[in-house]
């Protein structure tokens, strides 16, 4: 069973640039999988960031991006803010009607 | 604007049933296809179901299928989530979203559902 992967946790100075991944334990994740991206802070309902890659959702801000790096689906975050401290999870598309999603990345701000 | 409010939630007995319900408004309803995604306390989301635009098509995620069903009544603007032999590790908050461009687009604030004895 193929396994959609993220990093747990990472840390990002105020200001700084990061870059959240998501991956695939068995193969490469393209286009072909319509990743999107998530924020979720404690208590409320997800917010949708990026889909088909690297489409921002309305009123997102341009310093979130997505992209495909290497073999994987990124999200980075340029210029980050100390509300940008939250959980980010990535989704894949896997075909025939079925999603899996990432097991999500704390993002720090310190 | 997009609205979805989910309802139904609440405490059942393992083996038990429940039937959510997730009441759409701001958008067409009867154009767009629908989600169910659940979150244990304290874990991460877990897609769960989704059925098409017009109700021809349902899909499930393996934990779910053969127990849960989804269904639409786009007369009511409204989803549904059967939910049947319910179990303990099913306890969680249950959350609809409008599907677009293969996302979840708009949210609902989620339903939670407790299973224990």
Redesign the interface.
Known sequence: QTVVTQEPSFSVSPGGTVTLTCGLTSGSVSTNYYPSWYQQTPGQAPRTLIYTTNIRSSGVPDRFSGSILGNKAALTITGAQADDESDYYCVLYMGSGIWVFGGGTKLTVL | QVQLVESGGGVVQPGGSLRLSCAASGFTFSSRGV?W?RQTPGK????VA?VQYDGS?Q?Y?DSVKGRFAVSRDTSKNTLFLQMNSLRVDDTAVY?CAEG???????????TLVTVSS
């Open positions: 989600h995604v991460g989301l877990e897609w989704f098509s899909y995620a959350y677009y461009n293969y996302c979840f687009d708009y949210w609902g604030q989620g």
